[in-house]
């Protein structure tokens, strides 16, 4: 367990839902796989660097943490993302 209460099971399915909603917000369909192995960008999500940013100020919003405070850390996926919020 992490400082905000969640394992990676959870943060993966709170990401998957902030990605749908920005998805829905920008009027696409997308219903592929998503799990750790997920690339935001250059993969097969619809999603561009706009979507990135949106999602992670989504993020900081719902769990109240901010993986970024000390400065940007690196990560292409979904579980990558996931893991810098249980760290935080």
Request: net charge negative.
């Amino acid at each position: 367990m992490s400082t905000i209460g969640l394992n990676e099971g959870a943060m993966l399915a709170l990401i998957h839902n902030e990605v749908l909603k920005i998805l829905a917000d920008k009027g696409e369909a997308w219903t592929g796989s998503f799990g750790p192995e997920t690339r935001f960008l250059d993969g097969g999500l619809p999603f561009d660097s706009l979507d990135l940013a949106t999602l992670l100020v989504a993020l900081e919003q719902v769990t109240g943490t901010d993986p970024f405070r000390a400065g940007f850390r690196q990560f292409t996926t979904a579980g990558e993302l996931a893991m810098l919020y249980l760290e935080a």
